[in-house]
């Protein structure tokens, strides 16, 4: 069983385009994450919902919209593509409290701005 | 062979070595560490992680020191295998009301010579 999964996991479209990556976790986890990978392998965190409620939002321009329907999904919509938004793109969740605060992300999704 | 940290991000061992990557973290107050490891086209796989009030945590074939004092922490890997090849990524976070906000580093691509 997949623990997280991310849809899709490969995504080319034009800039301007508006596209939306989806994300699940099965794992019962309060807490779920995007980050964003660079060509050079940086990971940096995007947003981060506890229980539906934004918890984290590291600057990201507001091109940039999480959606947490419910706690086991977190989706991210992104309005007027631009170049730099190329990039691999992970979900990923945690409990957010407790003995493990361990995140586990999804497989990615990348993300080609053309 | 040993790394020296983010100024050698790439470490070059033979089947059999024990690896030592190492990481130099930012913030006196993060109080969670974690090592991930990250395969071509994968997510960030969690290997192992420690708390500030430990300076060392063994687990299969991997050991992670803490030293508090200089803000640096080292993955080991005994008997190194092929299939350990992969970019490998420290991460911090910070006690108090952090959210469960990871800080990733650079990262350190190992490879493992048959």
């Known amino acids: 069983d997949t623990a997280v999964s991310q849809t899709p996991k490969y995504l080319v479209t034009q800039m301007g385009n508006d596209k939306s990556i989806k994300c699940e976790q099965n794992l019962g986890h309060d807490t779920m994450y995007w980050y964003k990978q660079d060509s050079k392998k940086f990971l940096k965190i995007m947003f981060s919902y506890n229980n539906k409620e934004l918890i984290i939002n590291e600057t990201v321009p507001n091109r940039f919209s999480p959606k947490s329907p419910d706690k086991a999904h977190l989706n991210l919509h992104i309005n007027s593509l631009e170049l730099g938004d190329s990039a691999v793109y992970f979900c990923a969740s945690s409990p957010l409290t407790g003995e493990k605060e361990t995140q586990y992300f999804g497989p990615g999704t990348r993300l080609l701005v053309l | 062979g040993e790394s020296v940290g983010l100024h050698l991000p790439t470490l070059s061992v033979q089947e059999g070595d024990n690896s030592i990557i190492n990481c130099a973290y930012s913030?006196?107050?993060?109080?969670?560490f974690i090592w991930y490891k990250q395969e071509s086209g994968k997510g960030p796989q969690f290997i192992i992680d420690?708390?500030?009030?430990?300076d060392k945590r063994q687990g299969q074939r991997v050991t992670v020191l803490l030293n508090k004092t200089v803000k640096h922490l080292s993955l080991q890997i005994a008997a190194t295998q092929p299939g350990d090849s992969a970019v490998y990524f420290c991460?911090?976070?910070?006690?108090?009301?952090?959210?469960?906000?990871?800080?990733f580093g650079q990262g350190t691509i190992l490879t493992v010579h048959p």
């Open positions: 991460a911090e976070k910070r006690g108090g009301t952090s959210y469960g906000k990871l800080t």
């Open positions: 420690i708390r500030s009030n430990m």
């Open positions: 913030n006196s107050a993060s109080d969670y």
